[in-house]
């Protein structure tokens, strides 16, 4: 049979966002892929300039649905970096039970969608059904399900109480015990390692060389962790380990993820025991002081980075964000080329993709002629101009909303 | 003549036939769900589903040939509503029983993988067309094992009749334990046969899309849909005339009866298979099929040659 070319995206059942995926095929086999990035860009970035620092903790979080606290909690700890700022030891703690207790939801949303991925239905309804319990206790921690909005320049919002304290432990048990059960369906079911094992193959020196990170990096054997490399939060203070696995495959993806799940449980225990008394935030000056920062941040999906730049008003000059799939998409082609066409989506989901966080750019095509423009900033008010010339409207006197 | 089309059209033919199938598609729906933790669909489900189908726009692709695409789908429910007329279902007998008639049942519940295989094909689409090539890829690692599994039975009872091997492991309902291997053999051939998982392999939806039906929608998609709850009936009861024949009562209503409950039985063993393993990889389903179905179904025609031999001379 001849190599045929099939595209896997933008538009597919495998992926939740959109993303295009072009295989060549040989047989079942996979002669050569190709990624391309850019159907989802939000222009947030840009957004945040025009916004206050306090507004823009709030479009940050969105940058995400699912590690919202992570994107939030690396921009403040920029931001306060440059301000000087120290947080209250409470708000800390804070901060680290809500960053656990969203790694604990990401992983096991994660989980379910590896099951989903390899035709196991029922791992899926299992997972997420439980998966509602963590939900359930940041709901009731925080007032939302998703976007937290616990995080604030100078320390967090909400405090707990005792009775959400003993909420958390509660959940915490059954939640441990389901845990531990998937851990065993994972590592002893055949046919779960039948279809992950030495699937995606990432040796580490290519992991390395590629710049992965996050579970994707631990799995290829790697110690990683920003969490012990550069202490955040309240982690210098807390006793967990970093898991590490030398499988390189799918199946060693999946192992990280499922035993930093227990360890999480782990640190949430600590941090709500030790949680020390105090204020939860301190005030800081709407202007921000010239200077710039970044920060690095464990997401559940690797290391997110934010960079920003001050120049003394209540607007930041400048938010650059480095979202994890980013780091972890270099090594895509690598890890599918040479498989099975059966194992794409698995190992493209193994890297825990959010392409929403990660497109910087939009591509258009004329599908026509195949001819692509591509505008810098100043350029796009150019072209806007020019064409409400045309219809008789003059706004080349207006001025610009943002400097370029 | 009036009453041979009645038995055609109504009972046991064809009307009979989709009743089954949307019943026991909400069984098997029902009993997945409950498994997985879910609450599952109403009973009216199927139905709603396949009229909602019915009413649907149908779009065929432009590149496709017309004809071909719409009667596809009616060669698949005609093949499975043909088979069914040849199982024995209130009885020991089939309606109109003749020497080897479960050779023309294996054949006849083959059309419909063949034509899946056609309507990939002729779909002109590219995960339709990968469909197929699965799809057919897969038809010969369970096909010989299901054969073989049959075989054995049929072996052991001298026929090649559904009603005659009924009839044998009736007088002699211990000879069918013998079987045991065939029957699990045969069992799993089935999933492979009805492409569930974890045989979904022709159309995994997070690989290829819809696979070989991705082209397919409304009334034809419907059609498709009913001939697959079809053949699962029919397989279902093709499975219990020949490995549970015993407990057959005289009366037809209650053998009617006691056949629902066997086919409900195979259907509660082909859903829990569905929901307890993760899909397999196309060449690992050939490799098991291969490695441990073909040999298993040989035991089984050994296991029947040796006791026609001892036992029964």
Redesign the interface.
């Known amino acids: 049979?001849a190599k045929?070319m099939?595209?896997l995206g933008p538009q597919?059942?495998?992926l939740e966002e959109p993303e295009s995926f072009s295989l060549l095929?040989d047989g079942?086999r996979i002669a050569a892929a190709t990624v391309a990035l850019g159907y989802n860009h939000r222009g947030m970035e840009k957004a945040c300039e025009s916004r206050t620092y306090i507004q823009d903790i709030y479009l940050l979080e969105r940058i995400c649905g699912i590690c919202s606290h992570s994107h939030s909690s690396s921009y403040v700890q920029a931001v306060e970096a440059i301000a000087g700022i120290e947080i209250p030891k409470r708000a800390a703690y804070l901060r680290t039970l809500i960053g656990e207790l969203e790694r604990v939801h990401s992983h096991l949303l994660w989980l379910g969608i590896a099951?989903?991925?390899?035709?196991?239905?029922?791992?899926f309804?299992?997972v997420w059904?439980d998966r509602e319990l963590v939900m359930d206790l940041l709901e009731r921690l925080t007032g939302n399900r998703v976007n937290y909005g616990m995080n604030t320049i100078g320390g967090v919002r909400r405090d707990i109480d005792s009775t959400q304290t003993e909420e958390v432990l509660k959940a915490l048990d059954i939640l441990e015990a389901r845990t531990s059960y998937y851990i065993k369906v994972c590592t002893e079911?055949q046919?779960?390692i039948?279809?992950l094992a030495g699937v995606g193959k990432l040796p580490r020196e290519d992991a390395l060389r590629l710049g992965a990170v996050g579970p994707v990096l631990r799995a290829s054997g790697v110690r990683r962790d920003m969490r012990k490399d550069d202490p955040y939060d309240a982690y210098s203070e807390l006793d967990f380990n970093v898991i590490t696995d030398d499988h390189a495959d799918v199946l060693g993806r999946t192992v990280v993820r499922v035993f930093e799940i227990m360890e999480s449980y782990k640190i949430c225990r600590q941090v709500v025991r030790n949680m020390p008394d105090g204020p939860i935030a301190v005030k800081v000056p709407a202007k921000i002081p010239t200077g710039e920062a970044f920060s690095r941040y464990e997401a559940p999906r690797g290391e997110d980075i934010h960079y920003v730049r001050s120049n003394g008003t209540d607007r930041p000059e400048r938010v650059k964000v480095r979202a994890p799939t980013l780091a972890n998409l270099a090594s895509i082609t690598n890890m599918i080329e040479g498989g099975?066409?059966?194992?794409?989506?698995i190992v493209i989901a193994a890297i825990d993709p959010c392409f929403s966080c990660t497109d910087r750019m939009i591509r258009v095509q004329d599908s026509r002629s195949g001819r692509e423009d591509r505008y810098d900033w100043a350029g796009l008010r150019q072209y806007s101009i020019d064409w409400y010339k045309k219809r008789g409207v003059d706004l080349s006197q207006t001025k610009a909303a943002w400097k370029d | 003549m009036a009453l041979s089309l009645i038995n055609i059209l109504i009972f046991p033919g064809f009307l009979f036939l989709s009743t089954l199938a949307l019943a026991f598609e909400y069984v098997d729906r029902k009993l997945?769900a409950r498994?997985?933790?879910?609450v599952g669909p109403p009973w009216y489900q199927p139905i709603a589903d396949f009229i909602k189908l019915m009413s649907k726009e149908t779009v065929i692709p432009t590149e496709a040939n017309p004809s071909i695409f719409k009667s596809i789908p009616i060669f698949a429910l005609a093949a499975t509503a043909s088979a069914f007329l040849y199982i024995p279902i209130w009885g020991q007998r089939s309606l109109y029983p003749f020497d080897c008639d479960l050779l023309v049942v294996l054949y006849f519940l083959t059309v419909p993988t063949l034509t899946f295989f056609l309507a990939g094909w002729f779909s002109s689409s590219?995960?339709a067309e990968?469909g197929s090539?699965r799809a057919m890829t897969q038809l010969f690692a369970y096909e010989v094992p299901l054969y073989m599994a049959l075989l054995g039975p049929a072996l052991l009872a001298g026929s090649w009749s559904i009603s005659a091997i009924t009839a044998f492991y009736h007088q002699n309902p211990l000879l069918s334990l013998l079987n045991l291997p065939g029957l699990c053999v045969a069992i799993i051939a089935a999933q492979g046969k009805l492409e569930r998982?974890?045989f979904?392999?022709p159309d995994?939806?997070?690989?290829?899309?819809g696979g070989t039906f991705t082209e397919y929608s409304g009334r034809y998609l419907g059609l498709f849909r009913m001939a697959v709850d079809s053949e699962m009936v029919a397989l279902a009861a093709l499975i219990s005339a020949i490995f549970f024949p015993a407990l057959l009562p005289a009366n037809p209503v209650l053998g009617l009866l006691v056949f629902l409950i066997k086919v409900l039985v195979v259907v509660f063993i082909l859903a829990v298979i569905k929901?307890?393993?993760?899909?397999?990889?196309?060449?690992?389903m050939v490799t098991f099929c291969w490695k441990i179905l073909a040999p298993v179904s040989l035991l089984q025609i050994v296991i029947d040659i040796i006791a026609k031999g001892v036992i029964l001379s």
Do not use: K, W
């Open positions: 049979m045929m099939i595209p597919h059942p495998a095929l079942e099951g989903h991925e390899i035709g196991f239905q029922t791992l309804m299992f059904r079911e046919s779960i039948g279809r099975y066409l059966a194992d794409v989506p | 997945c498994m997985q933790n879910r590219l995960y990968i090539i998982a974890p979904d392999i995994a939806e997070t690989e290829i899309v929901t307890a393993f993760a899909r397999f990889r196309i060449d690992q």
